[in-house]
C-alpha cells in the first residue's frame, strides 16, 4: 500500500480474532514508532508491549470496560516521559510536548499496523493509575493511549467524515 491507501484503509476496529501478531511485523511497528518526529529529537516518549491475558484484562478494568482490550494479542501504551522533554523545554516540554511526543508515535505505530494488513484503534478513555499499575510503568511516565493490535474480526463501521470546507480556514 502506498501512504494514502493506507490512510484510506485505517479505520478503528473494536473486534479482534484470537490470530497471534507475528513478533516481525509488531518490531516493524515499535521501529515505525520510534521514526516518528518529536520536539527537539528528545523523543519524550516511552512504549510499553503488553501480550499477557491477565494484564490485558486489568486494562479493560482501567478502561471502562473496553473488553477489545483483552481480545487484541498485543496492546501498546504510549506514555509521555515529561523529564525528557523538561530538560530542553521546561514546563512546555513537562505539559505539551511530552504529550505531543507520545501521540505523534502512537500515529505512526497505527499507520504501520494498518499498511501490515493488522487493525487498531486509539484508546484515550481509561484511568491512568490502574493503567499504570497493570502495565508496571514508573510513576514518574503519564500514559497518554493505548493502542490495540491484532487481526479484525469483522469489518469496520465506517464513519462519514467532516467536509474539508468545515475545517480549513484560510488566515488573514
Known sequence: MDFFEVVQARHSIRSYSNQPV??????????????APSAGNLQGYEIFVIRKPEQRQALVKAALEQEFLAEAPVV????????RSETR???????????????????????????????????????EEPVS?????????????????????GEPRIRPRRELKDIIHEAG
Open 22 to 35: 507475528e513478533e516481525e511485523k509488531l518490531q516493524k511497528i515499535l521501529a515505525t514508532a520510534n521514526q
Open 76 to 83: 501498546l501504551i504510549f506514555c509521555a516521559n515529561p523529564a
Open 89 to 127: 523545554y521546561k514546563e512546555r516540554g513537562i505539559k505539551l510536548y511530552s504529550v505531543q511526543d507520545a501521540t505523534i508515535a502512537c500515529t505512526f505505530a497505527m499507520l504501520a499496523a494498518t499498511a501490515l494488513g493488522l487493525s487498531t484503534v486509539w484508546v484515550g478513555a481509561f484511568h
Open 133 to 153: 499499575a497493570a502495565a508496571g510503568i514508573p510513576a514518574d511516565l503519564v500514559p497518554v493511549a493505548m493502542l490495540p493490535i491484532g487481526y479484525a474480526a
